[in-house]
């Protein structure tokens, strides 16, 4: 791994970076970079300091970088240098990289969905995109491993929209439907002031239910036969349908100012959860059960 994808992942301390440890070294360093470039395009939108236009043209000049390493040409972000050389072993395609720049730009441009149908595409381009652009790093023998990673990515996505409603609310960005927050009777003013009630509570039950629905779709789509190759992509499902778990116990609490997370020790519960059903052969994920 190159200075640049170290520092930006020892800086993150995400639960992604965390499903690294299960890699061998190669694929991990090739991780680490992918995620590195994930975090510096993502991080654009939410640089509220910067006008809009800044950070489009921020974000076209990232999608340029790309296309040259892509492309075989000269990039000149350190990131996309460190990122040509993954991109040539692992076959990364140019269109999957412009789909998740687009999904980031969604983020420029619309701050409210209608309806689940109208998110999905959301989570399509910025967590079920990067998990088709992972698994080819991880590699497989079942081509249904696609379908695992975008049904995963939806699922991850709508819990971390379910554990961030105040931060993004804080940004003037609600991701819960308003055809649902219309169905409990919530109105976008409750959200933006971070106004908690039964209703919420309700309204957060029904974009769980939506998530459970994706963890059960990974669970069913996910090959045998590629369960081990899977490895950190499984352990990515076990933390985050925990966490989804820990915000439902708490009635989904998400007001406050410290956002739920799972502790260093559940963290490391699950690391070694994962690590043994896969060494014991199960035939099971750690989540998306009944």
Known sequence: MTPHSTAITRKS????????????????????????????????????????????????????????????????????????????????????????????????DINRYQTFHDLEQYCYRVASVVGLLSVEIFGYQDP????????????????????DVRADAERGRIYLPQAELQRHGVSPAEILRCQYSDRFERLASAVALEAGKYYALARQTLPPADRRSMAAAELMGSVYWRLLKKLQSRRFQVFGPVPTRLSKLQKALLVLRTGWRLLSNATAPNYGAP
């Open 13 to 108: 301390a995400s639960n992604l970076a965390l499903a690294f440890v299960l890699l061998p070294r190669p694929k991990r360093d090739a991780m680490s970079v992918l995620y590195a470039f994930c975090r510096e395009v993502d991080d654009i939108a939410d640089l509220q300091s910067e006008p809009l236009p800044a950070r489009r043209a921020r974000l076209a000049a990232w999608r340029e970088e790309v296309r040259r390493a892509c492309d075989g040409g000269v990039p000149s972000f350190p990131i996309a240098r460190e990122l040509q050389p993954v991109i040539a072993r692992y076959r990364l395609p140019f269109a999957s990289f412009d789909q998740l720049i687009r999904g980031v730009e969604m983020d420029l």
């Open 144 to 163: 249904a491993c696609r379908d695992y990673a975008v049904h995963l990515g939806k699922a991850l996505q709508l819990t971390n929209i379910l554990r």
